[in-house]
């Protein structure tokens, strides 16, 4: 199983990025896929997470109304559009997919996960 982050990059505060992920080695679908990211110095938290096909989607309130999460099952792919960036948002962000059921906030119910991505927001 590989799971591609892609997507980071430096922005200024108030400026947008769309993260993706690219899933192969699973069958995708069967999987609801989360975002979390890590800043420099504290642990692994929970942004996003969105249901096996897409109709359920969950959000940490301090991204809630900000980012966006989103799936495309055809292409093997999740992706994250980011609005609003704040440079609180900068850390690396990671895609993961869930263990089982509907997706969780959980870092210990994710099986596979990502490399990782840098955001970086400059203030």
């Known amino acids: 199983v590989q799971l591609q982050a892609s997507g980071g990059g430096l922005v200024q505060a108030g400026g947008s990025l769309r993260l993706s992920c690219a899933a192969s080695g699973l069958r995708f679908s069967s999987y609801a896929m989360g975002w979390f990211r890590q800043a420099p110095g504290k642990e692994r938290e929970f942004v996003s997470l969105i249901s096996w096909l897409g109709g359920s989607t969950g959000y940490a309130d301090s991204v809630k109304g900000r980012f966006t999460v989103s799936r495309d099952n055809a292409k093997n792919a999740v992706y994250l559009q980011m609005n609003s960036l704040k440079p609180e948002d900068t850390a690396v962000y990671y895609c993961?997919?869930?263990?089982?059921?509907?997706?969780?906030?959980?870092?210990?119910?994710?099986?596979?996960w990502g490399q990782g991505t840098l955001v970086t927001v400059s203030s």
């Open positions: 993961a997919a869930a263990s089982v059921g509907p997706g969780s906030r959980e870092v210990n119910e994710y099986a596979y």
